[in-house]
């Protein structure tokens, strides 16, 4: 039982670039979201997926989009990547409302 | 929007100390969640509370969901060095979304 996983670990980008971040979970939970966490600050939400085949802004979506590819997976897309856009990026899961589960992040930098 | 304060910022400890930190917001929630955070790590859960008035432990942690709903508490007792790290809050409404406090840091003093 892997919990939350994420890929991938690190990444560095050249400011116009596009990437995309999976994310996948293996504890049947409806509910996905993707935060970011900037230094020395708090989560924010970016997306959301209360179930499969919807999605939903969180805070501060700007910049991206996401896709509840089925259950399991939910990618987190950058169309042109920034260097507002280092962060590290987690996701989570929750099987109803409250409780969420994380995964190990995704460090990504913006040049 | 909803916003949640979250006291203290950081706290230096030593070994053995009691630790106290809490939350408050400005509206009502139903769960309260707290987590923790090492570095290079994503949170994890430590606690999640459900009722008004409930206290609820974990080993040597215990929280406490606030009358009034409106705030909550974490303890931990007789600290030990893997304690150090980030404690966040999290408050639950309604919707699916948690509002999360900026973070309490654990710092043991040399």
């Known amino acids: 039982n892997a919990g939350v996983t994420q890929t991938p670990k690190f990444q560095v980008l050249k400011t116009g670039q596009s990437m995309t971040l999976q994310c996948a979970q293996d504890?049947?939970?409806?509910?996905m979201y993707w935060y970011r966490q900037d230094p020395g600050m708090g989560l924010r939400l970016i997306y959301y997926?209360?179930?499969?085949?919807?999605?939903d802004k969180g805070e501060v979506p700007n910049g991206y989009n996401v896709s509840r590819l089925n259950k399991r997976e939910f990618s987190l897309r950058l169309e042109s990547a920034a260097p507002s856009q280092t962060s590290v990026y987690f996701c989570?899961?929750?099987?109803?409302?409250?409780?969420?589960?994380f995964g190990p992040g995704t460090r990504l930098t913006v040049t | 929007g909803q916003q949640l304060n979250q006291s203290p910022q950081s706290m230096f400890i030593q070994e053995g100390e009691d630790v106290s930190m809490n939350c408050t917001s400005s509206?009502?929630?139903?769960?309260w969640l707290w987590y923790k955070q090492d570095p290079g790590e994503g949170p994890v859960l430590l606690i999640a509370?459900?009722?008004a008035g409930e206290l609820t432990s974990n080993g040597r942690l215990t929280a406490q969901f606030g009358i009034t709903r409106k705030d909550s508490f974490l303890n931990i007792s007789a600290s030990i060095p893997s304690d150090v790290g980030i404690y966040f809050c999290?408050?639950?409404?309604?919707?699916?979304?948690?509002?999360w406090g900026a973070g309490t840091k654990l710092i043991i003093k040399p």
């Open positions: 509206s009502i929630f139903n769960t």
């Open positions: 989570a899961s929750s099987r109803s409302l409250g409780e969420q589960y």
């Open positions: 999290a408050g639950s409404d309604s919707n699916y979304q948690l509002i």
């Open positions: 504890m049947n939970h409806n509910s």
């Open positions: 997926s209360a179930s499969e085949g919807t999605t």
């Open positions: 509370l459900y009722k």
